[in-house]
C-alpha cells in the first residue's frame, strides 16, 4: 500500500501525466498474457483508493477522440468497481464525489451501448448511497436530460434513471424507503404519460405500415422509440411492484389498465408485421409485458385480484385459444410461454385457492374470478387447443429425430417448463387436471378421455397427420394418468390396441410409425401402477425387441421404461428371470452404440437399478458387468459426471458378487485411490462415491490385501482436508480395525490414533459421537503392546472433562465410556496417563474430581449396556483403595446395585455372568466400605 501511495504521487504528477499512466495500465488489463495482465490487476487495485482515481477513470472515458474504445469499456468497469468497494465507505473525499457525480451525469451523451451500461450502473450505485442525502436532485437531474436532451442523451438518461429506480426499490431501511415512496407516486404519473406518448407513438407507425401508407424504412425509424418506450416501462413496472405498497393508487391502476390495452394493440400489430426488423423488438417488448403481469400477480396477488385479474386472465387464456387461427399468425413462443406461465400462476396461486381449511373471503372471490373465466366449455377447449397445437411433434422435431437422435431424447428429458413452449404447454395441461379434472358442478376428466378416445379413434383415417394427432393424444393420456386411472382399463387398452400398434410398427418401421412406438413405449411407463402383473410377462419381450432396434431413439425409450418397470416396488425377479442375461447384453451394445456423454449416463443410469433389484442374480455377469465398465472408465476421463455414475454402479454390484470374486476387487481399488486423492482436481466429484465404493468393498473382502491396506493411508489425509465425510470415514477406520488384526496393527496403528487425536474435542457433537464409537471398537481390538499409542487421546479427553465445561452431556457419557473400556481392559495404562498430567505426579489430583463428575453423570445415560459398563469400571476404579477415592464408595456402591438389578432383570441387554461379574464387583466394595466403619450392616 505504500508503495502505491508513493507510485500515485511521485510518477503520477500532474493530470496529463496521471491520464497516460492509467492508460497504460489499462492498456495491460487488455493483454492476453498473464505476466503482463496480472501486475496491472494488482497495482489497480493498490491504488484504486487513492484521492482522484474515479475522477481519472471518468476522464479517460470522456476522451473519446483520443482512446480506443476498448480502453474505455475497461476504464468504465474500473469506476465500477472502485465505485462498489470505496463510495458506500466514505473512502471517498465529499470535494470528489461531487466532481464525480457532475462527470456522470455530463458523460450521458456516450454512444457506445457498452461503456453506456456501465456507467449507468455507476450512477445507480451512486444515488442507491446518496440519494435524497448527498444528492437530493439525482431523478430531477435524470428526468430534466429525458425531457431537454438529445435522442442520444434522453435514451441514456432513461437507461440511468431505470437503473437508479432498481436500485433505490432495493433499498430495505425504513426511513430511505418511505423518503423514496412519496415521490414515487408523482414520478409514475409523470413516466406513465410519456409512455403512454411513446405507446401511441409506436402504434400508429404499425397501423400505417399495415395500411401500406408507410414503407418498411419509414417504420424502422421507430426503434429507438420502441426501445425508449420499452425503458421507461420497466421504470414503471419496478415502481409498482416494489415501491408503491400495494395496487389501489391510482396511477398503478391506470399503469395496469394501459399495460393491458397495449399489450392486446401490440399483439394484433404484431402479427401482422411479417418480417420486418422491428418485429423482434416487439417480440422481446411483449414478452417483458406478459412478464411483468406473471411477476405482479405473484408479489402481490390479492391486489391485483380486484383490479386486474379478470380481464388479464381472459387475455391471455384467449391467446392461447387463438393461436394459430389465422394464417399470418406468427410463432411467438415467448409471448406464447409468458401466457401460459399465467395462467398456470392464477390456477396455482395459494392466494387463490379455496380448500376445506381455507375458505377466507378474499380466496373465494379469487376462486370466483378464475371459474368465471375457466367455464366447462373453455376448459375443454383450452385441453383441446393444448393437444392438438402444443404437443404435436413438428418437422424440426422429427428432423432431428433423424439426424441427432441423441440430441432429440436430451431435450425431451429436460425439466425447462419455464422456457420451452411444448414443456410449458404440458405443465398447464396436468395443472387444470388437476384443479378441475373433479368437481361437483364439473369434471374436466370425464370429458377429456371422451373427448381424446374419440380423437384418437378418427385419426386412424388422416394419414400421417392422424398419426401425429395420435402421437399427441397419447401424450395427454400418459400426462393425465393419476387423474384418469379410474376411467381407463390400461391392462386392457394394451392388449386391445396398443400391442397391435406396437406390433404393426415393428414390421413396418417407418419415420412414422416409429413415432407411435416410441410414445406406447412411454406410455407403458407412465402407466405402470395399473398394468396386471402377469401383462408384465408379455411387456419384456416386446421391450428387449425395442431396445434391438436399429432407431436410437427408440433404443433410449426402451432404455428409459425398462428402468421404470424394474424400479418398480411391485417388481417381481420371478417374471424377469428369462430376460436377465439379454437386457445387460443389449445394454452393453447399446452403451457402444451413443457417442455423447450425457446419453451414455442415461443408458448406463439402468445398470445400478437392475444390478440392486436382481441381487445375487446378477453374479453370472460381474465379470461382463466389470469389464465393460473398466472399457467405458478409460474413455471417461475427460467426464466427471461419468466417471461418478460408473463408481456408484460398482458399489451397487459389489452388494451383489461373492467375496471371492477378486476380479472385481482388483478393479475397484485403484478406482478408489484415483477418486479419493485430495491434492487432485477429481475428488471434488468423485469423493463421496469413492468413499461408498470403499465402504462396500471392505464390507465384501474376507480379508485386507496389500493394496487394499495401502489405501488406509488416504484416510488422515481425507480427514484434513475436510470433515464432510467424518461418519463414512469413522465406519471405514472401524472396518479396517475389525479385519485388521494381524498386520494392520503393525503397520497403521499409529495413523488411526493420529486421525483420532486430530478430531477429538475438534468437530461437533454428532462426529464426536461418531469417534467415540470407533475409539471404543479400538480399544476393544487393540493388542496390549500397542496401548500405549492411545495415551495422548486420553490425555485429551481427561483435559476436556476436567477443563471444558462446553463439552455436551452426550459427549461426555461416551467420553466416559471409553474410560471405563480402559479401566476394565488396561486400567495401570489410566493410571500412568493421570500421573502424567499433574505436574506433581499425584494422581488424585485428576482421580478425585474425575469420579465425582462421573458419578453425577451416570444419571444421564441411558442405554443399558452403556450403564453396566460405567458400573463396572466404577467399582474397579475404587479398588485400589486411594484414601482419597474412598469418599465417593457410598455412591459407587448405589451405581453398581442399580446396575446389577437392571441387569438381573434385563436378560436381554446383559448376559448372566455379566451381571454376576458386577455382583462380584459390588460385594468387594461394600466389604471395603464395612471394613471402613462407613456403614452398618
Not at 493498490?46 to 484521492?51: A, G, K, Y
Not at 451394445?589 to 437399478?609: G, I, Q
Amino acid at each position: 500500500q505504500k508503495q502505491a501511495s508513493q507510485y500515485w504521487r511521485t510518477r503520477m504528477e500532474g493530470q496529463q501525466q496521471q491520464q497516460q499512466q492509467v492508460e497504460g495500465l489499462l492498456r495491460q488489463l487488455l493483454q492476453p498474457e498473464e505476466v503482463v495482465r496480472r501486475p496491472a490487476e494488482q497495482l489497480l487495485l493498490q491504488v484504486m483508493p487513492q484521492p482522484g482515481f474515479a475522477s481519472i477513470m471518468l476522464q479517460v472515458i470522456h476522451a473519446k477522440d483520443t482512446q480506443d474504445q476498448q480502453v474505455r469499456f475497461m476504464a468504465a468497469l474500473c469506476l465500477k468497481n472502485a465505485i462498489d468497494r470505496l463510495w458506500r465507505q466514505h473512502e471517498i473525499s465529499e470535494t470528489e464525489k461531487a466532481e464525480v457525480r457532475r462527470l456522470l451525469l455530463s458523460s450521458l451523451n456516450e454512444e457506445s451501448n457498452q461503456i453506456a451500461t456501465q456507467l449507468a450502473l455507476v450512477i445507480a450505485m451512486v444515488a442507491r448511497t446518496d440519494f435524497p442525502g448527498e444528492w437530493p436532485t439525482a431523478i430531477a437531474q435524470l428526468l430534466a436530460v429525458v425531457q431537454n436532451g438529445g435522442a442520444t442523451e434522453q435514451m441514456r438518461a432513461m437507461l440511468a434513471l431505470q437503473h437508479t429506480i432498481r436500485q433505490l426499490a432495493s433499498r430495505k431501511t425504513g426511513p430511505h424507503q418511505l423518503e423514496f415512496r412519496k415521490v414515487a407516486p408523482e414520478l409514475m404519473g409523470l413516466l406513465l404519460g410519456a409512455w403512454q406518448v411513446q405507446t401511441e407513438q409506436l402504434l400508429n407507425g404499425l397501423n400505417c405500415y399495415a395500411q401500406q401508407t408507410a414503407s418498411a424504412e419509414q417504420l424502422g425509424s421507430l426503434s429507438s422509440v420502441a426501445e425508449m418506450s420499452k425503458l421507461t416501462f420497466k421504470i414503471l413496472a419496478d415502481l409498482a411492484i416494489y415501491v408503491l405498497p400495494d395496487y389501489s393508487d391510482t396511477t398503478v391502476v391506470l399503469f395496469g389498465q394501459l399495460m393491458l390495452h397495449r399489450l392486446q394493440s401490440f399483439v394484433t400489430a404484431w402479427k401482422k408485421l411479417g418480417e420486418h426488423p422491428l418485429s423482434a423488438v416487439l417480440s422481446r417488448y411483449l414478452r417483458l409485458m406478459s412478464k411483468t403481469a406473471n411477476t405482479m400477480v405473484q408479489q402481490k396477488p390479492i391486489a391485483f385480484r380486484d383490479p386486474f385479474l379478470a380481464d388479464y386472465l381472459r387475455f391471455f387464456v384467449a391467446q392461447i385459444l387463438e393461436h394459430g387461427t389465422t394464417p399470418t399468425d406468427q410463432e411467438h413462443p415467448d409471448f406464447l410461454i409468458g401466457s401460459m406461465k399465467f395462467a398456470n400462476e392464477v390456477l396455482t396461486c395459494p392466494k387463490y385457492r379455496v380448500t376445506t381449511t381455507r375458505k377466507d373471503p378474499a380466496s373465494v372471490l379469487a376462486k370466483q374470478i378464475s371459474d368465471s373465466v375457466f367455464t366447462p366449455e373453455c376448459l375443454i377447449a383450452l385441453s383441446k387447443q393444448l393437444i392438438s397445437r402444443f404437443f404435436l411433434l413438428t418437422q424440426e422435431d422429427l428432423t432431428e429425430w433423424e439426424d441427432n437422435p441423441e440430441d432429440f431424447i436430451k431435450e425431451d428429458e429436460l425439466d425447462s417448463w419455464m422456457y420451452s413452449l411444448k414443456p410449458c404447454a404440458e405443465t398447464l395441461f396436468m395443472t387444470l387436471l388437476q384443479f378441475y379434472g373433479t368437481g361437483d358442478a364439473f369434471a374436466l376428466t370425464p370429458s377429456l378421455v371422451r373427448l381424446l378416445q374419440s380423437t384418437i379413434q378418427e385419426s386412424s383415417t388422416q394419414g400421417t397427420t392422424g398419426v401425429l394427432i395420435k402421437e399427441a393424444c397419447y401424450r395427454a393420456m400418459g400426462l393425465g394418468h393419476w387423474d384418469m386411472q379410474d376411467l381407463v382399463d390400461f391392462g386392457q387398452w394394451y392388449t386391445g390396441q396398443l400391442s397391435v400398434e406396437l406390433k404393426q410398427a415393428a414390421e413396418n418401421p417407418s419415420a412414422i410409425t416409429k413415432v407411435i412406438r416410441r410414445r406406447i413405449l412411454w406410455l407403458i411407463a407412465e402407466w405402470l401402477a395399473d398394468i396386471p402383473k402377469p401383462l408384465h410377462a408379455h411387456i419384456y419381450p416386446v421391450l428387449l425387441y425395442s431396445l434391438a432396434s436399429s432407431d436410437l431413439v427408440i433404443q433410449l425409450s426402451a432404455v428409459n421404461t425398462i428402468r421404470a418397470m424394474v424400479e418398480d416396488l411391485n417388481f417381481e425377479v420371478a417374471l424377469f428371470i428369462d430376460f436377465i442375461a439379454p437386457t445387460f447384453e443389449l445394454l452393453f451394445r447399446l452403451l457402444h452404440t451413443v457417442t455423447d456423454p450425457d446419453t451414455k449416463l442415461y443408458v448406463l443410469s439402468a445398470l445400478p437399478v437392475l444390478i440392486e433389484q436382481l441381487g445375487t442374480r446378477t453374479q453370472p455377469y460381474t465379470d461382463k458387468i466389470t469389464s465393460y465398465l473398466s472399457e467405458l472408465w478409460k474413455h471417461s476421463q475427460n467426464h466427471n459426471m461419468m466417471q461418478t455414475s460408473i463408481v456408484s454402479t460398482l458399489a451397487k454390484l459389489l452388494a451383489c458378487v461373492s467375496s471371492q470374486d477378486t476380479t472385481v476387487f482388483g478393479f475397484v481399488v485403484p478406482l478408489i485411490a484415483y477418486g479419493t486423492d485430495v491434492e487432485q482436481p477429481q475428488a471434488l466429484y468423485l469423493m463421496d462415491e469413492s468413499l461408498d465404493l470403499w465402504k462396500s468393498t471392505l464390507h465384501k473382502v474376507p480379508q485386507l490385501f496389500p493394496a487394499l491396506l495401502e489405501l488406509y493411508g488416504r484416510i488422515p489425509q481425507i480427514l484434513h482436508a475436510s470433515l464432510e465425510q467424518l461418519t463414512i470415514v469413522c465406519k471405514l477406520m472401524e472396518a479396517y480395525i475389525v479385519l485388521g488384526q494381524g498386520i494392520f496393527a503393525v503397520t497403521h496403528w499409529q495413523a488411526v490414533v493420529g486421525s483420532l487425536q486430530f478430531l477429538l474435542g475438534n468437530t461437533k457433537e454428532e462426529g464426536q459421537l461418531y469417534l467415540a464409537e470407533t475409539f471404543d471398537l479400538a480399544l476393544q481390538a487393540i493388542p496390549t503392546e500397542f496401548v500405549p499409542l492411545f495415551d495422548p487421546l486420553f490425555t485429551r479427553i481427561l483435559q476436556l472433562l476436567l477443563t471444558d465445561t462446553s463439552t455436551p452431556i452426550i459427549v461426555r457419557v461416551h467420553y466416559y465410556r471409553l474410560i471405563s473400556r480402559l479401566l476394565l481392559h488396561h486400567p495401570q495404562h489410566l493410571f500412568r496417563v493421570c500421573q502424567q498430567l499433574d505436574a506433581t505426579g499425584n494422581i488424585n489430583v485428576i482421580l478425585v474430581p474425575l469420579v465425582a463428575a462421573w458419578v453425577d453423570l451416570v444419571d444421564n445415560i441411558g442405554e443399558a449396556p452403556l450403564r453396566k459398563l460405567t458400573a463396572l469400571a466404577l467399582c474397579n476404579f475404587i479398588q485400589p483403595s486411594e484414601p482419597a477415592l474412598l469418599v465417593h464408595l457410598p455412591n459407587v456402591l448405589a451405581v453398581g446395585t442399580g446396575a446389577f438389578f437392571d441387569g438381573a432383570q434385563e436378560h436381554e441387554y446383559v448376559p448372566l455372568p455379566y451381571c454376576n461379574s458386577l455382583l462380584f464387583n459390588v460385594l468387594l466394595v461394600s466389604q471395603q466400605i464395612c471394613r471402613l466403619g462407613r456403614c452398618r450392616w
